[in-house]
């Protein structure tokens, strides 16, 4: 009995954690490439103080809304599941890799792949040629795939250790620390093939962009096409930056709003459905695209009350929805509209 409450407890703990902001990610000062430097960066520890868990002091935008659990998040709490019940399941080590991983992938420069097998390659290619056409934003912007498999490689984990462990002094030390952490998951299945270990979708100000398999793969299973969910993730996580990129303009809006993040979730979600529906955009109807704005990835919360919630999967549904509608209105026109338009159309609609 009282395993099972410690596993509850353990579980509820990462959904928490996982309510991640992609948006308000730090600003990164640190040099990017990381992948050969020496140390410099400590681990930091798992901050039980962290917003999710503080008394809420700002009230939602809207507390209407109903607040079931999607699909997404029914999968999500699956796969946290088995991870849990693996016998040898280690908190402690499985924090340790998803902020080494976290850590890895915010620094990594080099060449890339999309999904599990390299499935959006092509895709993603395809998408970022489209977007970068559509909204014409003044940055350097690139894409990181983040996957488990990194975690399993012997000379990545390595290398990673090395950069960002600073109770590690070397590379002879690192390297055993490495072969230590391959050898115990060795008899897991779960340590580190888990999606708990690459389930990242975050965008910083200096113009990367992550997108990881795990949600990818939970996003499928939840029964969002792949290519949707690719091209979903993608079209949000792009229009951060052109919420980065028109900070200095738009930030007051936000800041008009009781919930400026929850603002910004919502614009991101209109602008990428307008995006995604456009026809000099990605040219799905709504009805293809719906299912992802339904499951509202992992930002879609029920949290109305805490300072990082982003929105309930019903608000974001409808700001999507909005958006696909004025793209939809557009069709004969055909010219999309300038980032600062789309920014004034959103707030219009609210
Ligand atoms: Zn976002």
Same mark, same amino acid.
């Given at each position: 009995?009282?395993?099972?409450? =410690?596993?509850?407890?353990?579980?509820?703990?990462m959904l928490y954690l996982l309510q991640v902001s992609c948006s308000s990610d730090p600003i990164e000062t640190l040099p990017p490439s990381v992948r050969h430097t020496s140390a410099e960066i400590e681990i930091e520890e798992?901050?039980?103080?962290?917003?999710?868990?503080?008394?809420?002091t700002e009230a939602s935008i809207a507390k209407t809304t109903t607040c079931e659990m999607t699909a997404f998040q029914e999968v999500l709490k699956k796969n946290f599941e088995m991870l849990i019940q693996d016998p040898t399941f280690d908190l402690q080590l499985?924090?340790?890799?998803?902020? %080494?991983?976290?850590? +890895? @992938?915010?620094?990594? =420069?080099?060449?890339?792949? +999309?999904?599990?097998?390299?499935?959006?390659?092509?895709?993603?290619?395809k998408r970022l040629r489209e977007l970068k056409k559509f909204w014409e934003l003044d940055r350097q912007i690139y894409l990181n795939g983040q996957h488990t498999a990194t975690l399993q490689d012997f000379r990545y984990l390595a290398d990673m250790i090395e950069s960002f462990d600073r109770s590690v002094r070397n590379a002879k030390?690192? #390297?055993?620390?490495?072969?230590?952490?391959?050898?115990?998951?060795?008899?897991?299945?779960? =340590?580190? !093939?888990?999606?708990?270990?690459? %389930? !990242?979708?975050?965008?910083?100000?200096?113009?990367?962009? @992550? =997108?990881?398999?795990?949600?990818l793969e939970l996003l499928e299973q939840s029964? @969002?096409?792949? #290519?949707?969910?690719?091209s979903g993730l993608l079209a949000h996580e792009w229009w951060h930056q052109a919420q980065f990129e028109f900070q200095h303009v738009w930030e007051g809006d936000y800041f008009e709003s009781r919930n400026p993040e929850l603002l910004k979730e919502l614009e991101a979600d209109f602008a990428a459905a307008y995006f995604l529906v456009h026809k000099k955009g990605a040219t799905y109807n709504w009805k293809r695209i719906d299912s992802f704005?339904?499951?509202?990835?992992?930002?879609?919360?029920? %949290?109305?009350?805490?300072?990082?919630?982003?929105?309930? /999967?019903?608000?974001?549904?409808?700001?999507?929805?909005?958006?696909? #509608?004025?793209? !939809?209105? !557009?069709?004969?026109?055909?010219? /999309?509209?300038?980032?600062a338009a789309i920014h004034k159309a959103f707030l219009e609609s609210l």
């Open positions: 009995m009282k395993t099972i409450k =410690i596993s509850s407890g353990i579980l509820l703990l798992m901050s039980l103080s962290s917003a999710y868990f503080k008394t809420a499985a924090f340790y890799l998803r902020d %080494l991983h976290h850590k +890895y @992938v915010t620094h990594y =420069i080099g060449p890339n792949y +999309y999904g599990i097998d390299g499935q959006f390659n092509q895709l993603a290619k030390e690192a #390297e055993m620390k490495a072969r230590h952490i391959l050898n115990y998951s060795e008899s897991s299945e779960q =340590i580190p !093939e888990n999606h708990f270990f690459a %389930l !990242e979708a975050f965008t910083s100000s200096n113009g990367l962009m @992550v =997108i990881s398999d795990g949600i029964g @969002v096409p792949g #290519e949707i969910a690719f704005f339904e499951m509202s990835f992992n930002s879609g919360d029920c %949290l109305i009350d805490s300072p990082g919630h982003h929105g309930t /999967p019903a608000q974001r549904l409808q700001a999507a929805r909005n958006g696909a #509608e004025l793209a !939809e209105s !557009e069709k004969s026109k055909g010219k /999309p509209q300038s980032a």
